[in-house]
């Protein structure tokens, strides 16, 4: 089992900067594929940013690409998103979650933590 928990989302204007984290515990994620997805109100969740954990790689969706950044601290079991030039449609609840890199389904969800941006 992995346990995963996310901070750092809060209340910012239009054009700020947040820094998500997600603290892995449980089962080494050293193999995993690390996500970030985002989920606004009546809206699908929305894949944002992967990164296999072993070697770095990174995919970006069309809507964050060039805004934020997905990255992987091993020393402290940590997965970061940071999110700059944010907008109002950035309003979502993000989630993290971890898929094993076996599969690739993304098996292991925080609990989401609420991101809202005021225009």
């Known amino acids: 089992q992995v346990q995963l928990v996310e901070s750092g989302g809060g209340l910012v204007q239009a054009g700020g900067s947040l820094r998500l984290s997600c603290a892995a515990s449980?089962?080494?994620?050293?193999?995993?594929?690390m996500g970030w997805f985002r989920q606004a109100p009546g809206k699908e969740r929305e894949l944002l940013a992967a990164?296999?954990?072993?070697?770095?790689?990174?995919y970006y969706a069309d809507s964050v690409k060039g805004r934020f950044t997905i990255s992987r601290d091993s020393a402290n079991n940590t997965v970061y998103l940071q999110m700059n030039s944010l907008k109002f449609e950035d309003t979502a609840v993000y989630y993290c979650?971890?898929?094993?890199?076996?599969?690739?389904?993304?098996?292991?969800w925080g609990q989401g933590t609420q991101v809202t941006v005021s225009s």
């Open positions: 979650a971890a898929a094993p890199g076996r599969t690739r389904k993304y098996t292991y």
């Open positions: 449980g089962r080494t994620v050293s193999t995993y594929l």
């Open positions: 990164i296999f954990w072993s070697i770095g790689s990174a």
